[in-house]
């Protein structure tokens, strides 16, 4: 999660200037608030997160507490990989997540029958990743979701329209799973480049290769 800090700040004749800062990371803006309170030159002191939710300086060191051992700052590479001649889909995923101080990456696939178009494994791909991280208990959280089909991620965003029948069950099904997750979805177009590890675990399991693995990131 990153954070956009607001406070004001007084000057020696008692008036008021308002600062804004980037968005920064949660440990960061802790310590920035910290160090505002700490010259006392700085008054209404507010962290807005990515929802759109303020926190005083109290509040936000609360919630990191309590959110420390749940997984957080969640990213998300999805790819769907598609045989034509069996009608057979290979699905990839990478997760990056924090967990108390640690970093970790997931990387599973999973074979997928019954498929009619690549657009629909990309579908199917990232509703896999979403029901992995059901079962790592990602709720009430910002996601950024990034993949290599913009036709897939500006459908879901609702910037481009989507007409066919099978897409749109698949549409349904995973903003229903996001609404029961409570997850704010970012969805981010990547260069195919950038989406290689996706991509080759989609190709592995439609070879029969299944991998699920859970790293801790040094």
């Known amino acids: 999660m ?6 004001n700040y007084k000057t020696g004749k ?14 960061l803006a802790i310590q920035a608030g ?3 309170e700490r010259l006392g030159k700085a008054s209404d002191i507010y962290f807005y997160d ?32 598609f045989q034509k001649e069996t009608n057979t889909a290979g699905l990839g995923v990478v997760i990056f997540f924090k967990q108390g101080k640690k970093k970790y990456r997931i990387r599973a696939n999973e ?21 992995i991280l059901e079962e790592l208990g990602v709720h009430h959280l910002p996601c950024e979701f990034k993949g290599d089909s913009q036709v897939v991620l500006k459908q879901l ?4 329209p989507c007409y066919e029948d099978v897409l749109n069950a698949w549409l349904d099904r995973i903003e229903e ?4 997750l409570s997850l704010t979805p970012k969805y981010t177009p990547i260069p195919r480049n950038d989406n290689k590890e996706a991509d080759k675990l989609a190709t592995q399991a439609l070879e029969g290769k299944e991998i699920f693995a859970k790293t801790q990131i040094i």
């Open 177 to 180: 799973k996001i609404k029961a």
């Open 111 to 131: 074979m997928f029958n019954e498929m009619e178009t690549n657009n629909e494994a990309e579908y199917a791909a990232l509703y896999y990743a979403l029901t």
């Open 2 to 7: 990153k954070y956009r800090l607001e406070w």
């Open 34 to 36: 910290e160090e505002l």
């Open 50 to 81: 990515e929802v759109g939710t303020s926190w005083i300086l109290k509040e936000l060191k609360k919630l990191v507490t309590e959110i420390e051992d749940d997984p957080h700052e969640i990213t998300v590479y999805f790819d769907g990989g």
């Open 157 to 160: 965003e609702g910037e481009w």
């Open 14 to 27: 008692n008036e008021k200037i308002q600062f804004t800062s980037d968005w920064i990371s949660t440990e």
